[in-house]
């Protein structure tokens, strides 16, 4: 439970919640709900309201207002609070969507145990869900398919936020998947049939985003020769996905934020107001809100567009994932390529077990497909991986075996790891010819021998 809001004019009912709420992140007070409250970028779990403050108080209005919140905050719980004698509004308003109910007077044990209930509540459904796993369409299995809690956390936000029309912000590092992320959300949305339109925001000269996104009309700039339409048009019906968008300028942060209030904006140097109903997901490996706090993001726009924020672990964090990933990376390069490879070579998982990928699940497809374009027998060798990554996991051995040492004796270990490997690639490249191998390692061919001597590499062993 992290934020918390209470509808309720009753300042001694609030403080009373308020201490039994435990470590939550925000708590705000209202005396009664509106559009604006609910919508105005603070994020909800948990809402405790008094059916007294509702303008409507029958089912019907007590439903409406579950539907509204939960179409901006789709994890949303709420726990209904009415005086004895409204005790059948209460009881209504569980079944009209309600976790839970308290009646006044309220003491505090019967809160304890309305947020035990609450909390296991939401504990079952989670486990339920993600065991049905009757959700996910049957060809997105194997991506969604993990063994890390962060990203199971992902996926059962993703599983909930998908079906509603809220808007999304993924946010994570280069390459951890969040354009993949995107189309899964699209494809399990009610949109799934409509278009899937994306704009990688940072690829495209500042200046064009802009008409790529809402269009322009002919003649509105040099070069603008003829109408054009933006991707918010061609994404009516269906989602458009903004990738890197914390580098779009303020001009269009301005528009952005006219279509995520209203829908509506118009094409550059057009004056028709046009609609759209294009679903927005967003994704950053930014810091938004630091921009937004340093001003060089519209804070209401990030407010708007993180409603609904879903982060995305890095690859070193969910490093047990690595032998599911490398399979389904070989899968998807025999049908490519279809050279009946079976696998790796022993010792590159535990090699890929030590490294950092700072290009996260990118830099494992590439490498895999460099390493596959060149190999020539069933296995994928060592030779056909970077350097970074074998050398890198043996300085990781060098360092783990080495714990009991002194930092300089490890850190000589490492140097003596890495020149090995270094050199004997680097004659294995020049074919052992040792003047050519000086020249490329800018050091002179007497120090090259030396250094060959000093550990044990033969170079008479690449000669060919
Ligand atoms: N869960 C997954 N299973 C299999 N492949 C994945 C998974 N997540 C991402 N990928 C693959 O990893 C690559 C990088 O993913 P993606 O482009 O979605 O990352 P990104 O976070 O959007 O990167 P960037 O920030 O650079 O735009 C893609 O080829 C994608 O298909």
Not at 84 to 97: I, L, N, S, Y
Not at 396 to 406: G, M
């Amino acid at each position: 439970m992290k934020d918390v809001l209470i509808v309720c004019k009753d300042a001694q009912i609030s403080r009373l919640i308020h201490s039994k709420l435990g470590r939550v992140v925000t708590v705000r007070t209202v005396s009664d709900i509106s559009l604006a409250e609910i919508d105005n970028g603070h994020p909800i779990d948990l809402v405790f309201i008094d059916v007294v403050e509702l303008a409507d108080k029958t089912a019907a209005g007590f439903e409406k207002i579950v539907r509204e919140v939960r179409r901006l905050h789709p994890l949303v719980q709420f726990i209904a609070m009415a005086p004895k004698p409204m005790v059948r509004q209460a009881v209504m308003a569980v079944r009209q969507g309600a976790d839970d109910y308290l009646t006044y007077p309220i003491d505090g044990e019967e809160i304890d145990l309305v947020l035990k209930s609450v909390q296991e509540n939401r504990l079952k459904d989670q486990e339920l869900d993600y065991l049905r796993d009757q959700f996910w369409k049957s060809d997105w299995l194997d991506i969604i398919h993990t063994k890390n809690q962060s990203m199971r956390n992902v996926l059962e936000r993703v599983r909930s936020v998908a079906p509603t029309i809220a808007t999304v912000l993924l946010l994570g590092d280069t390459g951890t998947g969040k354009g993949l992320m995107a189309r899964l959300i699209h494809r399990h949305s009610h949109r799934s049939d409509g278009p899937f339109v994306s704009l990688h925001c940072g690829a495209i000269p500042e200046t064009l985003v802009e008409s790529e996104l809402f269009g322009h009309e002919k003649g509105a700039f040099t070069g603008a020769d003829r109408r054009k339409i933006g991707k918010f048009e061609m994404a009516q019906e269906g989602t458009i996905f903004l990738d890197e968008i914390g580098t779009i300028t303020h001009a269009t942060q301005i528009k952005l934020l006219q279509v995520l209030q209203d829908g509506t904006f118009n094409r550059v140097g057009g004056k028709d107001i046009l609609h759209t109903n294009a679903r927005i997901i967003g994704a950053t490996n930014a810091d938004l809100e630091k921009m937004a706090k340093a001003g060089s993001f519209r804070k209401d726009l990030y407010y708007r567009l993180n409603v609904f924020p879903i982060e995305l672990p890095a690859l070193r964090d969910r490093k047990e994932d690595l032998p599911h990933l490398v399979t389904l990376f070989l899968a998807n390069l025999e049908k490519k390529y279809g050279k009946a490879i079976t696998g790796l070579e022993s010792g590159i998982a535990d090699a890929m077990q030590d490294y950092s990928w700072p290009g996260n699940l990118r830099e494992l497809e590439n490498i895999l497909e460099r390493a596959y374009i060149l190999e020539s027998g069933s296995l994928l060798r060592s030779g056909s991986f970077p350097d970074t990554l074998i050398i890198g996991s043996k300085i990781v051995q060098a360092a783990n075996e080495s714990k009991s040492l002194p930092l300089s004796q490890a850190r000589q270990i490492a140097i003596d790891e890495f020149e090995r490997t270094y050199l004997e690639n680097l004659l294995k490249k020049h074919k052992g010819r040792i003047n050519v191998s000086a020249k490329e390692a800018h050091i002179t061919a007497r120090q090259l021998s030396r250094l060959a001597a000093k550990h044990g590499v033969d170079k008479t062993k690449y000669k060919s």
